[in-house]
Structures are given as structure tokens and as C-alpha cells.
């Protein structure tokens, strides 16, 4: 946020500094701020509120006053309250989706409903969706620790493991770019998948990636970069 850099903690909850790094809150479940200390990720949402995502669901920070507002704003998140709410991605300023251990979730943020629910009833292999992202042709992808899933602009999912060409099932992140090439962390490799043809490409050590492999956090930068 301007002016304001939000970090999520592992088991603290979350700090919020000002622009030059002094501590300006901090947000826990004690304190009535967040549903669990556990947080897993962050978003900047389009509704101008930070959107902090927990072991024991979401909730919805009004920056300004750091108040939750989730179950006044957003009351059908209360179904999972309870949820490991892993990532959260925005697909566009209509649609925000959830990772969570009860499989992926689609909000309309204007209808202020929930629009899609992936899970094992409609294509999953299991329920648990770590992070998700999408390209410019309108696919959306479903990362797990058992490969990732594209999803057509029409719902259509598609699987893809190591029997499609992963060296390893666990995918952690994923991030699109500007040739709308895919990058997908697979643990110990970096796979770039290309949405026109499916193929998939591996990069190991051979291609510079260090043994220590891949994590969750990714970002690409304003040039086009990407960490």
C-alpha cells in the first residue's frame, strides 16, 4: 500500500510499517484483528482493502482504520472460517480467487458472491490448491503439490503431472510473462509451460537453478522481471 509496507508473519500475525520502516500496527488474532496469526499471504484488493490470508481463513483489513471487515463486507467467507486459506490472486478488478485446503475459490467482488468453487466434485485430483494465476488468453492455472491444473476461459480444466512431462508433482507458484509464457515453480525445477501448445519446459541445475529449489514467493517487477 502507499505509504505503507504490510508484512505477514509465519506465527506473529502482521506488521505494518510506515516509509521508513517504523512499525505503525500490529495485527493479531488476540487483539481481535485476524482470525489466525498464521498468515500465508497478502493482497492489495481493488475494494481498497488488504486482504490477509491465514491458516484459519481470510480477513478483509480496511488499511486506513484496520478494521476486519469481513464479516460485515464479505459475510459468505464466513463458510471458511475455518479453512487453510493458502494464496490469493487477483484475475482481474471483478474477480479475486482463494487457494485453500477445500479446494479454489472465485469471488465476484462487485456481487460480492462466490461464483466458482473448484474441488474434487468438478475435476480436482485432491482439494488442496496452493496458489493460482492466469495468462492473457483468459486460462487460469491451479497450482498443487500433486502438479497444476489450466483452466479454459469456458471451465474446461486440464491436468498436468509428471506423467505430462513435471520432474516433480509439487508446484508452489506461478507467474506469466510478457510472451504470456507461463513459469511454474516445480520444487527443485522452474518449468515454463506455453498455453498455445501445452508444451512444458524443465530448467534443473544444469540451466543455473541452485539445489536448494523453489518456494512459494514470486513477483515480477515493472521491466518485466521475474524473482
Not at 508446484?171 to 501448445?197: K, M
Request: hydrophobic share 35%.
Amino acid at each position: 500500500e502507499k505509504g505503507k509496507l504490510w508484512v505477514g508473519t509465519a506465527t506473529s500475525g502482521v506488521m505494518v510499517l510506515d516509509a521508513q520502516l517504523k512499525p505503525i500496527k500490529y495485527l493479531q488474532k488476540q487483539s481481535g484483528h485476524l482470525s489466525s496469526d498464521k498468515v500465508t499471504d497478502l493482497l492489495n484488493g481493488p475494494d481498497s482493502n488488504i486482504w490477509v490470508c491465514t491458516q484459519e481463513g481470510v480477513s478483509v483489513m480496511n488499511s486506513g482504520t484496520f478494521t476486519n471487515m469481513q464479516n460485515k463486507a464479505y459475510p459468505m467467507l464466513s463458510a471458511f472460517a475455518s479453512k487453510y486459506i493458502f494464496s490469493g490472486w487477483m484475475q482481474s478488478t471483478q474477480h479475486l480467487w482463494l487457494g485453500t485446503d477445500s479446494g479454489a475459490l472465485r469471488l465476484d467482488m462487485r456481487t460480492k458472491t462466490i461464483t466458482k468453487h473448484i474441488t474434487t466434485r468438478n475435476g480436482l485430483l485432491q482439494n488442496r490448491v496452493s496458489f493460482l494465476g492466469g495468462d492473457s488468453s483468459g486460462n487460469v492455472y491451479l497450482c498443487s503439490r500433486n502438479g497444476f491444473y489450466k483452466m479454459t476461459a469456458g471451465g474446461k480444466l486440464q491436468f498436468f503431472g509428471t506423467r505430462q512431462g513435471l520432474p516433480n508433482e509439487i508446484c508452489l507458484g506461478v507467474e506469466t510473462d510478457r510472451n504470456n509464457q507461463v513459469w511454474i515453480s516445480n520444487d527443485n525445477y522452474l518449468i515454463r509451460f506455453s498455453p498455445a501448445d501445452n508444451k512444458i519446459k524443465v530448467f534443473s541445475g544444469s540451466s543455473g537453478i541452485k539445489a536448494g529449489g523453489f518456494r512459494s514467493g514470486h513477483l515480477q517487477d515493472s521491466g518485466g522481471n521475474m524473482y
